[in-house]
């Protein structure tokens, strides 16, 4: 299973983009999604994560400028992302896994998103 990723691009300090997670109905419904970044010589860190009833966890650096949700109908998971900075430069990958089996994982392929002037 592949998870599609989209949204990334170039965008200026404090401009915003918004990322898009598409994933297979049968792995959205039950799947806990989230999005991680990686930047270049750096360690994927988590962003947020929405679990599959919608509640939200954020990492200190995304509270208050990053927002993510579940469009149900499109079995999508979106990341609102505002006020952006250089350092949130990186890959940005989106991650699904389901509430009843850990071992059922799946990442997308990632896009990439720079910030700069």
């Known amino acids: 299973v592949q998870l599609q990723a989209s949204g990334g691009g170039l965008v200026q300090p404090g401009g915003s983009l918004r990322l898009s997670c598409a994933a297979p109905?049968?792995?959205?419904?039950?799947?806990?999604v989230g999005w991680y970044r990686q930047a270049p010589g750096n360690e994927r860190e988590l962003v947020a994560i929405?679990?599959?009833?919608?509640?939200?966890v954020y990492a200190d650096s995304a509270k208050g400028r990053f927002t993510i949700s579940r469009d149900t109908a499109k079995s999508t998971v979106n990341l609102q992302l505002n006020s952006l900075k250089p350092e949130d430069t990186a890959v940005y990958y989106c991650?699904?896994?389901?509430?009843?089996?850990?071992?059922?994982?799946?990442w997308g392929q990632g896009t990439q998103v720079t910030v700069s002037s």
């Open positions: 929405i679990t599959n009833e919608g509640r939200t």
């Open positions: 109905e049968r792995v959205f419904r039950v799947s806990n």
């Open positions: 991650n699904a896994v389901s509430v009843y089996d850990l071992a059922e994982a799946y």
